[in-house]
């Protein structure tokens, strides 16, 4: 059997990695692949373990923007609306009939149009109005003006449109609807967080930008450390300690805990002294939380809408990178129990949150929901009735209880 860590991935040919929508961990371990170096290499040089690096080559792999060993190339065309103002379409198929019915539209439009009508449900609303993510409220109202005249129906007064007349009046509606949702800001940011968007050109540009820059002034501190050790090691190692200490405090200060959590841990490594313990393990707790917020906003997003799947998804993932962050713990196991999950592997993650929120009422009903959904009648009774001692109004949790107690 093939080991996993000594694959070689490579990039697939036509792949630009600037336009293909990573995250900033995915685009830094995308732009380290040479087509030479193996997984196991490649988690040395981004710093991850090797079995987070093969993680996400897999990811990568299924998007179609690597191939993992001796996999066939694929056909990478993906058309987007820019392309279709330009006639350019890609490998797209235009449907024969739509193409021979007889209407008063030229070809090249019959062209567009179909193709606009069939990415609806595929473009985001930034992609329909021409717009990059960072956009303000100025330049979304001038591409709105620009799809809004180039697809207003009054553009297409023709005595006989055919069918074609239903998909032009759609792409309107669709191009107003973009327009609503992103010139108002509560609207965008809700829309932003329940759908998963591809980070722009410019985005990616920059955060790859600053992962150079950091990675440089890494090296310069790796050589300057060599030089250093060369004419007292002990002690360069031990003024070294101190000094990532002193610079891991100031960066908890400034709210840099992910930078602050990784100087910490190189002065822990340098020398063993309690006041580095005691830091490490603070900042291990806060970064852990500091990670998972993004986490936490998509998985109440999801939830608020019904997506029990999605949402559950969000929240393992919280607790896998924050183990101790009772909230992450009491969403996983609501959304569990409603998403028909079994009551006990929920049961775990409602407990935890309990022991740590006393005081939350929810934290208890969650855990009489585990335990009325595990057969467990008596410990679902104690848990809804400490959930209405904390809040006597507790209207499901009395719910609850009084059905257990007297079956209606």
């Known amino acids: 059997m093939e080991d996993k860590l000594a694959v070689v991935p490579r990039m697939r040919d036509g792949i630009d990695i600037m336009k293909a929508g990573l995250s900033v961990e995915?685009?830094?371990l995308a732009s380290r692949i040479d087509g030479r170096t193996s997984v196991r290499d490649l988690a040395h040089l981004v710093g991850k373990s090797a079995d987070d690096t093969h993680r996400l080559l897999v990811r990568l792999a299924r998007a179609g923007?690597?191939?993992m060993g001796d996999e066939?190339?694929?056909d990478q065309n993906r058309p987007t609306a820019s392309d279709a103002a330009v006639g350019e379409y890609g490998n797209y198929i235009f449907a024969p009939a739509l193409m021979q019915v007889t209407c008063d539209l030229e070809q090249e439009e019959r062209k567009r149009v179909i193709f606009y009508h069939d990415h609806l449900d595929r473009w985001t609303h930034y992609e329909l109005l021409q717009t990059k993510r960072k956009d303000d409220v100025k330049?979304?109202?001038?591409?709105?003006?620009?799809?809004?005249?180039?697809w207003h129906p009054d553009r297409f007064r023709r005595p006989n449109l055919g069918p074609f007349k239903?998909?032009?009046d759609r792409i309107f509606q669709q191009v107003q609807e973009a327009y609503r949702v992103l010139s108002d800001p509560k609207r965008r940011e809700?829309?932003?967080e329940a759908n998963v968007l591809m980070a722009d050109e410019d985005e990616?540009?920059?955060m790859l930008a600053e992962q150079r820059k950091k990675e440089r002034e890494a090296r310069r501190i790796r050589e300057a450390e060599e030089r250093r050790k060369k004419n007292n090691p002990m002690r360069q190692r031990l003024n070294k300690a101190r000094a990532f200490y002193d610079e891991a405090k100031q960066l908890r200060a400034s709210g840099q805990l992910l930078e602050a959590l990784r100087v910490v841990q190189l002065a822990a490594t340098f020398e063993d002294k309690p006041e580095y313990q005691e830091l490490l393990a603070t900042?291990?707790?806060?970064a852990g939380e500091f990670r998972i917020q993004p986490l936490m906003r998509r998985g109440n997003s999801q939830e608020n809408l019904t997506n029990w799947e999605a949402a559950i998804e969000a929240f393992q993932e919280a607790v896998r990178l924050a183990p101790e962050h009772a909230q992450a713990r009491l969403r996983l196991a609501f959304n569990l129990i409603m998403g028909g999950r079994d009551p006990q592997e929920a049961s775990p993650h409602a407990q935890k949150a309990a022991l740590v929120l006393t005081e939350d009422p929810e934290a208890h009903f969650v855990l009489g929901l585990c335990y009325e959904k595990g057969g467990m009648e008596k410990a679902a009774v104690r848990a809804y009735a400490r959930a209405v001692e904390l809040k006597p109004n507790y209207s499901d949790a009395k719910k609850r209880l009084r059905s257990l107690k007297w079956g209606f």
């Not at 109202?141 to 799809?147: I, Q, S, V």
């Not at 900042?283 to 806060?286: G, K, P, R, T």
């Open 26 to 28: 995915e685009g830094f």
């Open 65 to 67: 923007i690597v191939r």
């Open 72 to 74: 066939p190339e694929l």
């Open 139 to 150: 330049e979304i109202k001038r591409a709105y003006f620009e799809r809004s005249k180039e």
């Open 166 to 168: 239903a998909m032009i």
């Open 190 to 192: 809700t829309y932003d």
């Open 204 to 206: 990616i540009a920059d």
């Open 283 to 286: 900042l291990q707790v806060e």
